[in-house]
């Protein structure tokens, strides 16, 4: 039997002679997951090309209310992490990655639909709600198609790769939104979305024996009511005790939060307001940022992997996470050159998802049963640093607000923009602090592991 199908899977071998079948279907599971998380990560900054449009159509006065609009995507996104975790174990990841597509096909019309702010709020919840679901199932998925000494790898190339949309959502969006007008574009995302939950359904399965291995009935039987109530408990309470959970939590937390906040809603208008460009030529400069989530995942990723460590390369990226948010905050007294600004946007992107590995730790410091709840602990870090930091960013633009009114939309000055990356920079320093007191997760060497496995 090939090493494929001795370890492929988490509880039991794979049949002789189906490790090609098995390498053939997992590529197409990882473009159409892949594909799905593009849509979500889209979704995740989509909201920067078109916040003054929102300002004028809307009669939004304050900064907060756009940022706390975009925010609720995070909101309901970090709320929806244990649930997650729960629903993977339970029912498998296939499901509930279709019901999450299908609901944020939904909202992602009704935002674009919307005739009042309350229908932003409600279609960017629905989008939120949907695609919350998508990451947490993705590693659930990867845990039984790939090796452990992949996962780090294909779940960075996921990310780098999901984070076209990213682009997408960047000068794209911009000439789709002055083409069809900001409603029909989102309307237009919400039916492409439709159709990979659809793809979803039809392509992805949860366990490799659910493809070489027929009548085995294995999703009716083997999944659900797989945990009882006492021994979800048991293990939300274990994980839960780990300090290290904590710590890794207080890293992206304090990295993904304030990138989620400048990429998110601030970093279009940033350039708009302090370097006098246009939309589209802002949203351009701000792909660089995209480009380098792209390369900084797959990087960090491969590097973990091949290096045998987690925490180092945490440390190693935030630390350079720090060091961008200070250039941007006092390099040429908070207005660094325009022709540097692609670099200090990519480098940004490069750091920004260091907490990509944090899910990954949290998985390993505990037994695969629980993967899918570890995992959804742990990727609430930086879900509720983006809710947080997009309206606080707002908040404290607003406190240098100098009452400057353009076009009917607030003027921020540099000295507001410098006084808000000041305070990212400080978030920043804690999270190379909290990564410097994670202990090691991957081969073996967890220390406090989570819970033990009861059954």
Known sequence: MGSTERQIGTDGDLPAGSGRRVRSRRRIIWIVLSVSYLIGYFHRVSPAVIVDKLFSQFNIEAAAVVGIMAA?????????????GVLTDIFGPRKVVVWGMTVAALGTVWFGLAGSAAGLFAGRFLVGLGVSVIFVSVMRVYSTWFRPHEFGTVLGLTVSTGNLGGILAAAPLAALVDALGWRGSFVLVGLITMLMAGLSWLVVRDDPRDVVVSGRGREGTERTGAMSRQEMLTALAGIVRNRHLWLALAGSFSIYGPFMALVGVWGVPFLMQVYGLGRTEAASVMMAASVGVMVGCFSLGLISDRTGSR?????????????VWAALTWWNGGMPPLAAMPALYFFLGVFGNTGMLTPIMIREYNPPRFAGLASGLGNMGGFVGSAFMQPFFGFLLDRKWSGAVAGGVKFYSLDAYQYAFGIC???????????????ESLGGDSGEAGVKDPV
């Open 72 to 84: 609720i995507y995070f909101y309901v996104y970090f709320l929806m992490q244990i649930p997650t």
């Open 311 to 323: 925490k180092k390369p945490f440390i190693a990226f935030a630390l350079g996470n720090v060091l």
């Open 425 to 439: 920079f400080v978030f920043g320093c804690l999270a190379v602090l909290a990564a410097s007191l994670l202990r």
